[in-house]
Structures are given as structure tokens and as C-alpha cells.
């Protein structure tokens, strides 16, 4: 336009200066609306695309809507719902929908919601996430057969109300129903395409600011593309979202380098290489790293050791987080606090993050003078001079492989008469072992669901499924349990609780946090707007633009 305007005259600009800025902005408009697109990485296909079957919803957030979105720093943000309210015992929850139609024109009504938690509820459907229903009335027992889906809390008084009712307040009841997981599904849909039903990315309706294209199940390559039947369509500029899976970092780098791909994650070398770039990103995540000791041993010896408090603090005490992170990961990952993960909750009084509020000083900071104390006074209480011990790990991606041969060797160097022998295995392979308490030592890990510390703390509970050590603690059992029920209605109560109860595991190091992660990237200057969260939908691209 500069241009334009150096080569006419003043007269002639002033009598075409209308035409000239009505097609100036149509013309800049339709120019900037095709540079909306974004380039992306995924480690994975997507595994599918079906809501009540899905093991992660980090990116579909952006296709899949619930009652709410995640917004920035967790809080919720508006979604399928307009209104809603809570009766005065937290157990009853009333939704108002507003006009919000699927991708394919239909309107999203009270009954899609009803229709998607029976459907997810339903044994047959072998939902991982079902157990998120807890807490919702009869859910429990419909997920263990005993009752049937009809039965489950929640009902369609009209087409534009949901009323969910609870066995107890759920404190973080909110949070969770930002989550695509607790969605709408199109029950039109899903038995008009019968076992085609979410096989390919025509199989399928959504909800969100985003569609799915070109995706058949397994490819390596897909797309989202503008919803134009989003009821928020306004503030979505990216008119599409390329994803390509892209394993390799190193082949991430070239492919950015190149122009083909505006993100890429980094590891290794590459964070170094980069980190003064101001194309430079760190995005955390709530997963932390950590060791589950076997409290039910079979060998009669190392079940006294794993139940001796000295031996699991000088187990805790002898790693070097700084070097296991800086040198050896070199990925930015950050030093855990305690067994909860940073940046996920904040104390609803003072703002603190719950991960300081829980750390316990001499359980996870390197120590090696106080972990041979430890260590020589619990051999001596257990009868022993030296232990024998094996280190269960995943080899799908070599950080498994790598903490554990940094834990064989700093074991060896730190604790005198401990030898630790690695069994590094397929991921799912290990998962059974430790599911069958097949193991001395498991490095495993976890990453929450959605933003409240009890998405970790549910964890150690005695008998909870993924407490593969079977570590137990009656007193621990007994914050969680207050928390989520006599203190459930009770925020700064209920707060307190898990404080407690976090600090106890940590002083007692019944469960061992190695590291949490944070991812490194790359990301182009121009992207704006892309929100991310350490839990539960990570990625939100609904405010996302290029500049």
C-alpha cells in the first residue's frame, strides 16, 4: 500500500481512497486468513478419537468440548455450558447449555450429555479414564457391572439442562468437567456409523473450536481445521492445524529449520544449543518420575528393607536431581518438590503453589553424608551388611533406560553394600510386572488429570489400583479420606488435608519423585496465543494466531 500511495497524486488518492481501503481490508483479511495455519509435531498417532475409549486428551481439547474449556493457569473457561450452580451440600450440579450445535449442524442437547457418560460407564466400552466418574452417583458400581448405566447421576430435565448428582462434594468437581472426557456424543451418530464410528475422521462429529480431517486410524499425518459451526467461532483465527509424527528431535530440528513445522520439541544437546534463542520455549508438564518400593516383597529381606524408613531415605537422599536433570536428561526438566508435581494447584487462600507447601526438608534434596547415615542405620535395624536389589524400567524411550543406569551408578558410588541390577523392558511389559508385583524397585511415573493435587495423592492410597508397591499408611488414609469427604465442602479444610498428608508420604518417602518433566521447544516468533496447562487438555489453540 506505501508503494501504491508514493506513485499517485494527491487528487487521484483522495478520489479512490473509499475503493481503496474497502479492498484493502478484504484483501489483507483473505491474505491473513490463509497464513493462519499452523505446523505442528506429534511423538504418536493419535491412538484414537473416540472420547470414551481415549488414554489422553492433550490435543483433542481442541476438538472435543465439555462443559467448560481449560483456560490460562488452569482455571476453567466458558464452554458447552452458559450457567451452572451447586446446591449448598455440593452435591447436586445443574448445567444450562447454551445454542451450541456439532460439526455437522446438529444440536447439541442435555441428552448427548447423558447419552456419553452411560456409553463411557458401560463395561463393554473398557474406558480407561472411567474411574474419574468416582464420586458420581451409582458410577462406581456401573463401572464394576453391579448396576446399569441408566442408573448413573445425571439426567436431562429439558434439552438445554444437565443435573448431575454426587454421593459427596467433589471439591474439584469444576475442574474435572472441563475435561473432553465428561463431552457430549452424538447418539444419532455413533449408531448410524455403528463399528466405523470414530475408525476415520468422517466418522465422527465434534463439539469444539476444531474438526478432525484426513485421519484414518493410523496415519502418521492429520489435520484440525476451523469448526464453523462452533458456537465461538468468532475468535478462532487459525483456519488449520497440520499435524505430522515426527519421532526423532533431531528430525523435528530440520523439518523447523526448514519451515515445515512451526513447534518442534528438544532434547539432549539441542537445549543447550538453543536455550538463549529467542525462539526458545518451556512448556512443563505434571508428570513426575518416581520409584515405588515393593512393601509385599517375596524375598522375606528385601521386604524388611522397603518397609524400613532408613533405607528409603537414603535411597531419596543419594540422587543427584541437579545432575540427573542438567547433565544427564539435559531436556529442562525441573527438580521435584515432593511427590505432587509444581505449577499444578495453588492454595485457594494464599496463591502458594501446593508443590512448596508439601516439601519436607531432608527427603528429596542430594545428601550423600545424611543418606549414608540412613542407609548404615537401616541395614543395621533390618539385620543386614549389604542388599541385592532389582530396578524394574520401561526402555520405550530412553529416559527409562537412562535414570536407571544413572540410579544403578550413583547407588554404587553413595550406599556401600548396595547392588542394583536394571531389568529394562517394553513398556507394557514392565507395566504387568508391576501390576503383579514382580519387581523390587519400579521407576514409574504419572501425569495428572486435571488440576488439583488429589489427581497424585489418589495414588498412594492403600489398595488404589496404581499403587503397584502397596505402600500403606492408616494415618495417610485418613487425610485423603477427610479430604474427600468430611472436608469435601470445606476448601481451606480440605486444602489443609492434603498439605498433611503429601508432607507425610514425602517425609516417609513411601513413594520416591525422581523428576517432573518440562518439555523444550522451539516455536516460531509470529505464533501467539496458544495456551498450555500442565494437566488434564495441555493444549489449547483456540486463541491461537500468527502474527
Known amino acids: 500500500m506505501r508503494k ?61 468440548e465439555s462443559f467448560y474449556r481449560l483456560g490460562k493457569n488452569g482455571k476453567v473457561s466458558p464452554g458447552l455450558a452458559k450457567s451452572s450452580s451447586v446446591s449448598k451440600d455440593g452435591k447436586t450440579w445443574t448445567f444450562k447449555l ?57 439426567s436431562a430435565p429439558d434439552s438445554k439442562t ?23 456424543q452424538n447418539q444419532k451418530v455413533v449408531e448410524k456409523y455403528g463399528k466405523k464410528y470414530a475408525t476415520k475422521s468422517q466418522y465422527m462429529v465434534y463439539s469444539g473450536p476444531f474438526k478432525i480431517k484426513k485421519w484414518n486410524g493410523t496415519g502418521n499425518k492429520w489435520q484440525f481445521v476451523k469448526n464453523n459451526q462452533y458456537w465461538d467461532k468468532k475468535v478462532v483465527k487459525l483456519r488449520e492445524i497440520n499435524y505430522l509424527v515426527v519421532e526423532s528431535p533431531t528430525t523435528g530440528q530440520e523439518l523447523y529449520q526448514q519451515g515445515k513445522l512451526d513447534l518442534t520439541p528438544l532434547a539432549g544437546q539441542q537445549v543447550k544449543n538453543f536455550k538463549h534463542s529467542s525462539q526458545f520455549k518451556q512448556y512443563p508438564y505434571s508428570y513426575v518420575s518416581y520409584l515405588q518400593y515393593n512393601f509385599k516383597d517375596s524375598d522375606p529381606v528385601k521386604r524388611a528393607a522397603f518397609n524400613n ?55 528429596v534434596k542430594r545428601d550423600t553424608k545424611l543418606a549414608k547415615q540412613h542407609w548404615t542405620q537401616g541395614l543395621k535395624e533390618i539385620g543386614q ?11 520405550d524411550d530412553s529416559n527409562g533406560s537412562v535414570i536407571a543406569q544413572y540410579l544403578q551408578s550413583t547407588y554404587a558410588k553413595v550406599l556401600p553394600g548396595l547392588n542394583i541390577k536394571v531389568n529394562s523392558i517394553p513398556g507394557k511389559n514392565a507395566q504387568q510386572n508391576a501390576l503383579q508385583g514382580n519387581f523390587d524397585i519400579f521407576l514409574s511415573g504419572w501425569g495428572g488429570d486435571f488440576n488439583d ?39 481451606h479444610k480440605r486444602w489443609s488435608d492434603l498439605v498433611q498428608a503429601a508432607r507425610l508420604l514425602n517425609s516417609e518417602q513411601g513413594m520416591t519423585p525422581v523428576y517432573q518433566q518440562v518439555t523444550a521447544y522451539l516455536q516460531k516468533n509470529d505464533i501467539k496465543g496458544i495456551i498450555h496447562n500442565t494437566a488434564g487438555a495441555q493444549w489449547n489453540y483456540k486463541y491461537a494466531y500468527k502474527k
Do not use: H
Open 385 to 395: 551388611k549389604k542388599l541385592d536389589l532389582s530396578l524394574l524400567a520401561s526402555n
Open 4 to 64: 501504491l500511495k508514493a506513485a499517485l497524486s494527491l487528487l487521484a488518492l483522495s478520489a479512490l481512497v473509499l475503493t481503496l481501503t474497502a479492498c484493502g481490508k478484504s484483501a489483507e483479511s483473505n491474505s491473513n486468513d490463509k497464513k493462519q495455519v499452523l505446523n505442528l509435531s506429534a511423538t504418536a498417532p493419535l491412538d484414537t478419537i473416540d472420547i470414551s475409549k481415549a488414554s489422553g486428551y492433550g490435543q483433542t481439547g481442541n476438538v472435543f
Open 98 to 154: 447454551r445454542n451450541a450445535k456439532w460439526s455437522n449442524g446438529d444440536k447439541i442437547t442435555a441428552r448427548d450429555f447423558v447419552y456419553s457418560w452411560r456409553r463411557t460407564l458401560t463395561p463393554k466400552t473398557k474406558s480407561t479414564y472411567a474411574y474419574l466418574f468416582s464420586g458420581i452417583q451409582n458410577a462406581d458400581d456401573i463401572s464394576a457391572g453391579k448396576k446399569a448405566p441408566s442408573s448413573v447421576g445425571i
Open 162 to 184: 444437565v443435573v448431575i448428582k454426587l454421593d459427596k462434594p467433589i471439591a474439584y468437581f469444576k475442574v474435572l468437567m472441563a475435561y473432553p472426557l465428561f463431552g457430549p
Open 453 to 491: 493435587p488429589i489427581t497424585f495423592l489418589q495414588i498412594p492410597e492403600s489398595n488404589t489400583a496404581y499403587n503397584y508397591g502397596k505402600y500403606s499408611s492408616a494415618k495417610y488414609d485418613e487425610l485423603i479420606r477427610r479430604a474427600q469427604n468430611d472436608d469435601a465442602n470445606d476448601q
Open 309 to 363: 524408613q532408613n533405607i528409603r531415605l537414603a535411597l531419596s537422599l543419594a540422587i543427584d536431581r541437579d545432575v540427573l536433570i542438567q547433565k544427564i536428561l539435559g531436556n529442562g526438566s525441573q527438580t521435584p518438590k515432593g511427590f505432587v508435581a509444581s505449577d499444578l494447584a495453588s492454595d485457594p487462600q494464599t496463591g502458594k503453589d501446593f508443590a512448596d507447601q508439601q516439601f519436607v526438608k531432608n527427603t
